[in-house]
């Protein structure tokens, strides 16, 4: 059943926009208003066949925020170099809540494997934003210690959603639009926990799969690592060629006390999609957090963490590596909080950009006047191989305690001309010698994944997307 937003009745919208604060002043186009309101009326058909008042009552919390804001525009600094003008023109639908067809299972069965890893992992699938059980690992067989249930079923088991955090307070709907998104089309995702004291060795991995066009996949997902636990979660989203859709995801992550999560996300959906991805981290005590991002397709992509540390002796590393080529919009963005003393976070994250690709980085590391002896690094490079890419960069630190040890930097250029003349004079062709330098400049956050088997198989998506993609054939102009 395709949801129309021409087939909702118009009701629910003014009933909302009746309750909304007549204070409101924010400048609205009528082409973001039309996006909203059909965004919404998405969100109250799903209330129509949905059970539980709280999760209407969510979706539409969010609504009201949605109707309220509406999508953000350049005028707003947090989306100064983001355009979100092609997405507001997209009306994008809900994919259907009936099962994958047995032609849509062959299809996908023919399209994962030359994608994914050839080491052991416990999977899961989604297609088009929905749990695909004929193509996920056994849900009741899985390692001790380790449980793991679908988002649609833990919202119709309990009256609590703000348990695991699946819900988000209005001042977040507020700030950050695609959560509000996110909570007013609230469907389905994965729930993770790990037990207390238990090492799963076996990563998990969430491979997100797109195959249907003009369709919003709405991803909520929640982790939970209990105390002395450790988890290796690899998040995988993939879409058939030129297909032009939207991810829309929410991932909360919880680490407790000295617990260790090692996460990776890998984007590689079409280049004709759009990828939003926002996660929220909150550490507890000796706590340690690795996540790595790597960005390789999209129209126009934004992934972003925030990440808390609440408490002492935490450590963390957020690196990422992305490219973009055509005019393609790659956005990075990091929030980290260090709360208590002896904190230590690093950062590394690269671009390699080539025609007239645009790329943004946004990173901020926040220091609290009681978080002494705190050690942040965060550097950002950034490589051009063209003189129509983009890169805007802005990492910032905002200190108020006066025993730390912080630093932040950023650098963009092209290839060094001598580099290139020093390989070409023993005999290295010119792309070839582009091709060397390129992927070593950007196999350096690669070397921040801990698993040897899931660093190689990241370095070789890595390597083929830059071949794939042409970036070496270009040269330098």
Not at 130 to 143: H, V, Y
Not at 339 to 355: E, I, T
Request: neutral net charge.
């Amino acid at each position: 059943m395709k949801l129309s937003h021409n087939t909702v009745m118009r009701r629910p919208i003014k009933e909302v926009l009746n309750k909304m604060s007549k204070k409101n002043t924010r400048k609205v186009s009528p082409v973001a208003q039309a996006a909203v309101e059909h965004y919404v009326n998405l969100s109250e058909h799903l209330n129509l066949l949905e059970a539980s008042t709280d999760v209407v009552d969510a979706r539409k919390r969010a609504q009201t925020t949605l109707l309220k804001q509406a999508f953000p525009t350049q005028r707003d600094e947090d989306w100064q170099y983001t355009k979100l003008v092609n997405f507001v023109q997209k009306r994008f639908e809900m994919p259907s809540p009936t099962s994958v067809t047995r032609v849509d299972l062959n299809a996908i069965q023919n399209f994962l494997p030359p994608l994914l890893p050839n080491f052991e992992v416990i999977k899961l699938v989604f297609v088009d934003g929905l749990f695909c059980a004929d193509l996920s690992n056994d849900l009741s067989r899985l390692p001790k210690g380790l449980f793991i249930q679908r988002t649609h079923e833990r919202l119709q088991k309990t009256n609590d959603l703000a348990v695991g955090g699946v819900l988000h307070s209005d001042d977040v709907l507020g700030n950050e639009p695609f959560v509000g998104l996110n909570q007013a089309l609230l469907q389905d995702g994965f729930e993770v926990s790990v037990a207390p004291s238990h090492s799963i060795e076996t990563p998990l991995l969430v491979v997100n799969v797109q195959t249907q066009a003009n369709q919003i996949s709405n991803v909520t997902n929640q982790v939970q690592v209990a105390e002395n636990a450790e988890l290796t979660l690899i998040q995988q989203f993939v879409a058939f060629e030129g297909i032009e859709a939207c991810t829309n995801v929410v991932t909360n992550i919880k680490v407790a006390a000295s617990a260790r999560v090692r996460q990776v996300v890998l984007q590689q959906q079409a280049n004709e999609g759009f990828y939003f991805h926002t996660q929220f981290v909150s550490q507890a005590d000796n706590s340690d957090f690795n996540t790595f991002y790597a960005g390789m397709g999209s129209v126009l992509s934004r992934h972003q963490n925030h990440l808390l540390m609440d408490g002492e002796h935490i450590e963390n590393s957020q690196n990422s590596a992305c490219l973009a080529s055509q005019k393609q919009v790659v956005d990075s963005r990091t929030d980290t909080e260090h709360n208590h003393v002896w904190g230590a976070s690093r950062q590394l994250h690269k671009y390699v950009l080539a025609d007239s690709a645009v790329g943004v980085f946004n990173g901020m590391i926040k220091v609290a006047r009681q978080a002494q002896k705190t050690d942040g690094q965060m550097d950002n490079k950034n490589l051009l191989l063209s003189s129509t890419a983009k890169m805007n960069a802005k990492p910032q630190l905002e200190i108020y305690a006066d025993d730390v040890k912080c630093s932040h930097g950023s650098a963009t250029g092209q290839i060094n001309h001598d580099q290139i003349f020093y390989l070409q004079a023993r005999g290295i062709p010119r792309n070839q010698a582009i091709e060397m330098i390129t992927k070593a400049f950007l196999m350096e956050p690669v070397e921040t994944v801990n698993r040897s088997e899931v660093r190689q198989w990241v370095g070789s998506l890595l390597s083929n997307a830059l071949l794939s993609g042409g970036y070496f054939s270009r040269g330098i102009t």
